[in-house]
C-alpha cells in the first residue's frame, strides 16, 4: 500500500492535533511532509521531532531562531513567515493537503496548493466563505479533490456518495444552538466571554466556539455549503439538533432523505477526509441509540442570534460581501475574546461593516485580499467607537 504523503497546515490547533492523532493511530497510511504552525512554537518543535516532516513553518517570524535551533539536529527543513506557507505546499511528494487554519489566513496557502495540483482536505471553512467563487473555478480547473472536514459537510458528502446530485431537493445543516440556545437579547446582553466559550458538545478552539455562540458559524457553513455542493441558497436550511448526533441531513427529488449519525467526535470527518474513499476501522466511542433515546429539532431563533441571517444575507448578494462579513467577525470575535466588546455588539458591528464597504460582484484574489483589509480596518474602528456607547461586561 502506497502511503498518503500529507501537509498539515494549522498543526497545532484543534483539528491539526486531532489529525495527527488519526496519523498516528495509521502509520502503515500516512507520512508527514510538511507541519505548520501560527505561533506555537512549543509543539511545533515536539510534533516535528516525532513525525520528522520534510519541512515546518512557523508563521510567527519571531519564533524563527526558536524552532530552527531545536530542529538544528534534524533534516527537516525550517521556514517562517506567510509566503512560507504557500511556497511549501507546493512541493513535490505531497498528496494531500490538510487546510486546519483558523479564519482567511487559510485562501492563500490553499490556492497555492490547488494550483500546484493538491487534493484539499478542507477544515477551514473561511476559504469558501471569502472566496468561493474563484476558489470552486479552480479545483474544477485543475482538477483536484476538495474533501471537506467540518463534521456537517463531511455528513453532506457521505450523503451523497453514490446519489446523482442533481436529485438534491433540499441540505438540512444541523446546529447544536450553542451554550445559549433559548435565551433572550437581555441575557445576552450581559454574557461574558467565558460563558460562551463553554460549548455544551464539543470541544473546539476559541474561536469557532464563539462563532457556534453567535451561530455565525452555522452561517459561515451555510456559504461554505453552498460552494461546496452547487446549491442554491434556497436549497440550504439549519436546523437545531441539541444532541449533536444527526450531523445533517440531504432532503431528495424524492422526498427521501439521508442522515450521518456519529459522536460528537471530529476525529471521524477527519479520519473520512484523510482516508477517502475508504473507510478504515478505528476504535473511536461507538454509538448508541439506548444512551440517546430522543432527538430534538427546533428552528433557530435567527431575531436573537442575528449572525446566521447577516450570512444568509452575505450569501445572497454574493461578490465580496461574503468576505466582509467573513473579516468583519473575525475582528469582533478576537475583541470578544478579550472582553472589549460585548456578545449583542458582534452583530451590529458586522453589519455596520457590511454596510460601510463596497459591493463588488465578481472580485479576483485581489480584490478579495483588499476587501478582507479595509473591513479590517472599518470594523476595529466601530469597535473603538462602540466602548464609549454600551456596558462591556469584563
Not at 446519489?163 to 440556545?181: C, H, M, Q, W
Not at 474513499?277 to 435567527?302: G, L, W
Request: proline fraction near 4%; charged fraction near 20%.
Amino acid at each position: 500500500m502506497k502511503k498518503k504523503q500529507l501537509a498539515i497546515l494549522g498543526a497545532t490547533g484543534s483539528i491539526g492535533t486531532q489529525a495527527l492523532e488519526v496519523v498516528r493511530a495509521n502509520p502503515d497510511r500516512f507520512v508527514i511532509q510538511v507541519l505548520t504552525a501560527a505561533a506555537n512554537a512549543e509543539l511545533l518543535i515536539q510534533q516535528a521531532l516525532e513525525f520528522r516532516p520534510r519541512a515546518v513553518v512557523i508563521a510567527d517570524e519571531r519564533k524563527y531562531a526558536e524552532v530552527k535551533k531545536a530542529l538544528a539536529g534534524t533534516s527537516t527543513a525550517v521556514l517562517a513567515g506567510n509566503a512560507a506557507l504557500e511556497e511549501v505546499v507546493q512541493g513535490d511528494g505531497i498528496d494531500l493537503v490538510l487546510t486546519a487554519l483558523v479564519g482567511s489566513a487559510g485562501l492563500r496557502p490553499t490556492v497555492a496548493a490547488i494550483r500546484a495540483g493538491k487534493d484539499i482536505a478542507l477544515a477551514n471553512k473561511e476559504t469558501l466563505v471569502v472566496a468561493g467563487q474563484l476558489v470552486m473555478a479552480l479545483v474544477e480547473k485543475h482538477g483536484v479533490n476538495l474533501l471537506p472536514v467540518d463534521s456537517e459537510h463531511s455528513a453532506i458528502f457521505q450523503c451523497l456518495v453514490g446519489e446523482d446530485s442533481n436529485s438534491v431537493e433540499k441540505i438540512y445543516l444541523t446546529a447544536s444552538g450553542g451554550p445559549f440556545r433559548g435565551k433572550s437579547r437581555e441575557y445576552l446582553a450581559t454574557v461574558s466571554h467565558e460563558q460562551a466559550l463553554r460549548h455544551p458538545n464539543w470541544v473546539m478552539g476559541a474561536k469557532i466556539t464563539i462563532d457556534s455562540a453567535t451561530l455565525m458559524n452555522k452561517g459561515l457553513e451555510v456559504i461554505e455549503a453552498k460552494w461546496l455542493f452547487g446549491l442554491d441558497i434556497r436549497q440550504i436550511d439549519v436546523v437545531v439538533h441539541p444532541q449533536s448526533i444527526v450531523h445533517s441531513l440531504v432532503q431528495f427529488a424524492d422526498g427521501s432523505i439521508k442522515a450521518q449519525l456519529g459522536l460528537p467526535d471530529m476525529r471521524l470527518p477527519i479520519q473520512y477526509a484523510l482516508m477517502y474513499p475508504e473507510r478504515v476501522k478505528n476504535s473511536f466511542k461507538r454509538f448508541s441509540f439506548i444512551a440517546y433515546p430522543e432527538f430534538t429539532f427546533e428552528q433557530p431563533d435567527r431575531q436573537t442570534f442575528r449572525n446566521l441571517a447577516l450570512a444568509y444575507h452575505a450569501m445572497e448578494r454574493g461578490g465580496n460581501v461574503p468576505c466582509i462579513l467573513n473579516a468583519a467577525n473575525e475582528v469582533v470575535v478576537a475583541e470578544f475574546l478579550k472582553g472589549k466588546v460585548g456578545f449583542l455588539q458582534m452583530s451590529d458591528i458586522i453589519e455596520e461593516t457590511m454596510q460601510a464597504v463596497d459591493h463588488l460582484p465578481l472580485p479576483s484574489l485581489d480584490d478579495y485580499m483588499a476587501t478582507d483589509s479595509k473591513s479590517r480596518e472599518i470594523a476595529t474602528a466601530l469597535v473603538t467607537k462602540s466602548k464609549n456607547l454600551y456596558h462591556i461586561v469584563k
